[in-house]
C-alpha cells in the first residue's frame, strides 16, 4: 500500500513538473511592475496590504512578514472580532485603513509606517475595482 501511495505521488509531482515547465520560459507580463513594488518594499517605501481569507494561511503569512523585519500592526488582545489580530489594524485605525476611496487609502499609505497591513473583512468597492480589468 505504501509503495503504490509512494509511485502515485512520484507520478503526480512529475506531471506537476512537467506542465509547469512549459510556461517556465513564457515572460511575465508583469514583471516591470513586481520589480517596481519589490524596490519600494526594499526602500521602505511600499506597503503589502494583504488580504486575509480565514483558514487559508493568513496567520502564517502575518508570522512571517514580522519574523521578516516589516512593520505590521501588533497584537491587541483587549480587541474584539478581527480587530488587532492577524496583522489586522486596531478598530481605530481600521476606518482610516479600511475605509474610504482611492486617495484615502492612498494618504494613509504614505503616512503609514506599516510595511504589511491584514485585511481579514469584505474590501472597500474602491479598492476592489482598482484591482479588476
Same mark, same amino acid.
Given at each position: 500500500?505504501?509503495?503504490? *501511495?509512494? *509511485?502515485?505521488?512520484r507520478?503526480?509531482?512529475?506531471?506537476?513538473?512537467?506542465?509547469?515547465?512549459?510556461?517556465?520560459?513564457?515572460?511575465?507580463?508583469?514583471?516591470?511592475?513586481?520589480?517596481?513594488?519589490?524596490?519600494?518594499?526594499?526602500?521602505?517605501?511600499?506597503?503589502?496590504? @494583504?488580504?486575509?481569507?480565514?483558514?487559508?494561511?493568513?496567520?502564517?503569512?502575518?508570522?512571517?512578514?514580522?519574523?521578516?523585519?516589516?512593520?505590521?500592526?501588533?497584537?491587541?488582545?483587549?480587541?474584539?472580532?478581527? @480587530?488587532?489580530r492577524?496583522?489586522?489594524?486596531?478598530?481605530?485605525?481600521?476606518?482610516?485603513?479600511?475605509?474610504?476611496?482611492?486617495?484615502?487609502?492612498? *494618504?494613509?499609505?504614505?503616512?503609514?509606517?506599516?510595511?504589511f497591513?491584514?485585511n481579514?473583512?469584505?474590501?472597500?468597492?474602491?479598492v476592489?475595482?482598482?484591482?479588476?480589468?
Open positions: 500500500m505504501a509503495a503504490e *501511495a509512494a *509511485a502515485k505521488k507520478r503526480e509531482l512529475s506531471s506537476c513538473v512537467l506542465s509547469g515547465g512549459k510556461d517556465a520560459g513564457a515572460a511575465d507580463p508583469h514583471a516591470d511592475e513586481k520589480a517596481r513594488l519589490r524596490a519600494e518594499m526594499a526602500a521602505g517605501r511600499g506597503t503589502a496590504y @494583504f488580504v486575509h481569507i480565514q483558514n487559508a494561511g493568513g496567520t502564517s503569512m502575518c508570522k512571517m512578514a514580522q519574523r521578516n523585519g516589516l512593520a505590521a500592526p501588533q497584537e491587541s488582545p483587549e480587541e474584539s472580532g478581527v @480587530f488587532g492577524n496583522c489586522n489594524p486596531s478598530s481605530a485605525e481600521a476606518k482610516r485603513i479600511w475605509k474610504g476611496d482611492v486617495a484615502a487609502q492612498r *494618504a494613509w499609505r504614505q503616512g503609514s509606517s506599516y510595511r497591513v491584514a481579514e473583512m469584505a474590501l472597500p468597492p474602491q476592489i475595482t482598482l484591482t479588476l480589468p
